[in-house]
């Protein structure tokens, strides 16, 4: 192999390495993270939303995805909640991505997903499901409503 | 080499048959990016709904289409290269196996008895000839590869003890065995899961297992579409320009180092889901950037031997050879130069956006979004298909013995699908942004201002992506008017199988790189640490209970809806 190939295999390299020093560093030091799998948390039959700590703002919410919409459909939330979301499916294999947040989460029937997040903006967050579910799909959202 | 009788025939078929039915496909291409700017609003047209059709755009395009032109494409190359005639035997067993399959499966979306889109995720289930249907066309594609071109090449090894093994050849069975690898887990889950839930004989499987399953063969999938253009782009492509392959071991050293890397990457379309650990969702992300690698060496191999071939006509200068490349030529075999091009470019965009769809948390911005739309019809609907559709072009010209005819309409097609697809990637990754999602009728609801769903945010960039679509599918018809008058030309000679084929610049030979075993062996092993934990993983912690089938039409389950009445489920 000549001079030219070698430095452009190792500058590949260098380039691939440093991007995936990034994601690590994305990770581990900002705690962006993705779902990973929960033991001890079973699938639940009804989606609401559980107050832990008024007064910390913190909430649990859990999300059912079924066929077509979201229990539950709309939740409200005072700004600056911290919120642990858990979502499961009740039927067939679902998703959402919570809009201008990093949630973004598959719902597969039989295990739980779980992302932390934090709305500090008032607002609409919209939510739409966006694994293909039947026929229906395209007419499955809900949103948080943080005021 | 001349070819004739029953050989040709089976030839000719694998490429026109997959394009009668890419036809279909890329209509409904069209049919899709109007439906979701809501120009067309109704979720069903021409008595095909959105997401029968979507399925069959998906399975079409990315399965059938795809794997036709592979084995058409490799039964050639093969052919040509280790200078042997293929059994008509079995390439009559293959066809059968591929057609037939081809026809259950498109009988089941046809009769929207299989609407669960190309990754067929349970627990929403198809009718068994779906399933049926797609394991034949696999297995028939594995045929040529095991009973004709593996002994053909140990034939033609006892005849040329000391030959190098022929790069082209290398790359086919790169392809190939890597193809053998990940059809195992697919069929598995096919097999085991999804026909014995669809024909009643279970009542009950494990979705998650049945994704990580179906992501262990969907990943490395695009390696087997890839790969073949790859193959051209070292060994056709740099003769196009007058030029040659710049350097030999770095094309075998990128084929190789596919082999090693591009399996154990599947959990990459998992980073959202519950059920499996992270810390080996990061460690598939790794992978994939390491898969990455072979990608930069081809693009250095290949930008290296345009420069070469550009330089033998007259380019100078650090940048000024690129106006030397025949872009718009005509003459004799440079209007394929077109294709190729114009993949490139599109592929360019496929690379970067695909690396951060690779980046774990970053895929969390992105994923099941516009966003991985735009990526694929850069990648596999960009340099693939436009890779497949100037070498079945080419091919079918020489095996009919014809001219190809229209030559203007066949060079201007890849540019226009290169304007009408970036103009598409662009729109689907910045609507992206705003979180508008894949796989979704969104005229009938999120684009449709009079729904109260309405996302005004997207309704500018869902009608750019119906233009960009269009300018595309224009190209597309300009392809089709110089395949058909190709098609139906009179012969003016002799039906032949043959490439334009580049000779290599630095050609030292690399005894580790001709040789397969070796890294056969650190793939196999590096799967088999990669997902023997996920799997694992997927039948006991991950998952908590099975579940039973589900049509898309009702929110209860198959077994249900059989028993009771189905009027008295209220919808
Ligand atoms: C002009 C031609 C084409 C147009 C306008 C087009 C348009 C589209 C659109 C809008 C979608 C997304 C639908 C949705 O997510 O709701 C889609 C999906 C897809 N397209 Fe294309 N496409 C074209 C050609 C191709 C080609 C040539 C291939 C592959 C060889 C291809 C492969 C796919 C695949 C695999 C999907 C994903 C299906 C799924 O999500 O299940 N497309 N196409
Ligand atoms: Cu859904
Ligand atoms: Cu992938």
Not at chain 2, 373 to 386: E, M
């Amino acid at each position: 192999m000549d001079r030219f190939e070698k430095n452009a295999i190792v500058l590949a390299l260098a380039l691939l390495f440093f991007f995936f020093g990034l994601v690590v560093y994305a990770a581990k030091a900002l705690q962006i993270e993705v779902p990973t799998c929960l033991t001890g948390v079973n699938p639940f039959q009804e989606g609401r939303v559980i107050v832990l700590d008024e007064g910390a703002k913190r909430y649990q919410v859990n999300l059912l995805a079924r066929m077509w919409n979201f229990e539950p459909y709309e939740i409200r939330l005072p700004a600056g909640a911290k919120v642990d979301l858990y979502l499961t499916s009740r039927d067939v294999v679902h998703g959402l991505r919570i809009n201008y947040t990093n949630v973004n989460l598959m719902a597969i029937p039989g295990t739980v997903s779980y992302a932390r997040v934090r709305f500090d903006k008032p607002g609409v967050y919209s939510i739409v499901c966006h694994e293909y579910c039947g026929i229906n799909h395209h007419l499955m959202a809900g949103k948080i409503i943080v005021e | 080499m001349s070819i004739r009788g029953g050989l040709r025939f089976i030839l000719l078929s694998e490429i026109v048959f997959p394009f009668v039915l890419l036809i279909l496909g890329v209509t409904l291409g069209l049919l899709q990016v109007l439906q979701r700017a809501g120009i067309i609003k109704s979720t069903s047209y021409l008595g095909i709904e959105y997401y029968q059709g979507l399925t069959l755009h998906g399975t079409i395009n990315a399965i059938v289409f795809t794997t036709f032109i592979i084995v058409a494409f490799s039964n050639a190359m093969v052919m040509f290269s280790l200078k042997r005639s293929l059994k008509p035997g079995v390439q009559w067993v293959s066809w059968l196996l591929m057609v037939g399959g081809t026809l259950m499966a498109a009988y089941a979306m046809l009769t929207g008895k299989a609407n669960v889109l190309y990754t067929f995720y349970p627990p929403l289930i198809a009718h068994w000839t779906f399933y049926v249907g797609v394991v034949l066309l696999v297995v028939g594609s594995l045929v040529p590869f095991f009973f004709d071109w593996i002994p053909n090449y140990i034939a033609w090894r006892r005849e040329n003890p000391t030959g190098r093994f022929p790069l082209p050849v290398l790359g086919v069975f790169v392809t190939f065995i890597l193809w053998f690898i990940i059809v195992i887990p697919v069929s598995i889950e096919i097999l085991f899961q999804l026909l014995p839930l669809s024909l009643g004989w279970v009542e009950e499987i494990n979705p998650l297992l049945a994704r990580t399953l179906f992501w262990f063969f969907g990943h490395p999938l695009v390696y087997f579409w890839l790969l073949p253009a790859y193959i051209m782009l070292y060994s056709i492509l740099p003769k196009l320009v007058g030029g040659k392959l710049y350097s030999d071991p770095a094309a075998r050293l990128a084929l190789l180092l596919f082999l090693v890397f591009s399996v154990p990457v599947g959990l990459h379309h998992q980073y959202t889901e519950g059920g499996l650990s992270a810390g080996w969702k990061l460690w598939h992300a790794f992978l994939t950037f390491m898969v990455a690698l072979p990608s930069f060496i081809t693009a250095f191999t290949v930008a290296a031997s345009l420069e070469h071939g550009a330089r033998q006509r007259g380019g100078k200068g650090l940048f000024a050879w690129w106006a030397k490349l025949p872009y718009f030529s005509r003459e004799g075999d440079q209007w394929l130069f077109s294709y190729f091009i114009a993949g490139l470019l599109l592929f360019l965009f496929g690379g970067i956006t695909g690396i951060v769809n690779a980046s774990y948390n970053l895929n969390l911005a992105v994923h099941n979004t516009s966003w991985v739309v735009g990526h694929f019809h850069t990648t596999v609907g960009g340099l693939v298909t436009l890779a497949f559709l100037g070498i079945s072009l080419y091919m079918m010209a020489k095996l009919r013995g014809v001219e190809v005819k229209a030559k203007g309409l066949a060079v201007a097609a890849p540019y226009l699908w290169l304007i009408g697809m970036m103009v598409f990637e662009v729109a689907m990754s910045v609507a992206a942004f705003y979180g508008f999602p894949r796989r979704t009728a969104a005229g009938a609801s999120y684009i449709d201002p009079a729904s109260p769903l309405y996302h005004p945010e997207w309704y500018f960039w869902a009608h750019l992506s119906a233009g960009g679509g269009a300018i595309a599918v224009l190209g597309f018809v300009a392809y089709l008017v110089s395949f058909l008058g190709t098609l139906f030309a009179r012969p003016v000679r002799e039906p032949v199988v043959e490439f334009p084929m580049a000779e290599a610049l630095h050609d030292e030979p690399v005894p580790l790189l001709s040789n397969l075993r070796p890294w056969l062996t650190v793939s196999i092993l590096l799967i088999a640490f990669s997902y023997t934990y996920p799997i694992y993983e997927s039948m006991t912690k991950g998952i908590t209970a099975k579940s039973p089938a589900y049509n898309d039409r009702l929110p209860v389950p198959l077994k249900q809806t059989q028993t009771e009445a189905s009027a008295e489920i209220p919808r």
